[in-house]
């Protein structure tokens, strides 16, 4: 599995693109201060859900962790990740390309992100 931290859309496509040939699991959070914390609490509980259930991923799989901005330039209806990627929620983790995602509190249940990590 490769790890790719990109923040913006820009970075994040560029991510996708470079990467294309290989099955993408995108995860959306908001940005964090220079603490280490997002201001979005849904994404500081479910981090540590996806990250402990990494494992699972496809060994030949790209992760893109994507900090998609501040507070205010998130709540901008907008924004590139809400119109272009149809990312309305943090924290979003999808399977790039499929309808397959979860968000916000489903991001709470391992069981879940495991599903979605190694469901075809």
């Known amino acids: 599995m490769i790890w790719v931290e990109v923040s913006g859309y820009e970075e994040f496509m560029k991510a996708v693109n470079s ?3 290989k099955t993408i699991f995108a995860y ?14 849904d994404c500081v509980t479910a981090e540590p859900i996806v990250r402990g259930e990494l494992s699972k991923l ?20 907008e924004n590139d990740f809400r119109v272009k990627l149809k990312v309305n929620a943090v924290p979003t983790l999808m399977k790039y390309g ?3 995602k979860l968000v916000e509190e489903e991001l709470f249940k391992p069981e ?8 075809n």
């Open 19 to 21: 990467n294309k040939d």
């Open 28 to 41: 959306f959070t908001g940005a964090k201060d220079a603490r280490g914390m997002s201001w979005c609490p």
């Open 58 to 77: 496809p060994e030949d799989s790209v992760f893109i962790y994507c900090q998609t901005g501040d507070k205010p330039h998130w709540k901008n209806l």
């Open 98 to 100: 499929s309808p397959q």
């Open 112 to 119: 879940l992100v495991q599903m979605l990590f190694t469901e």
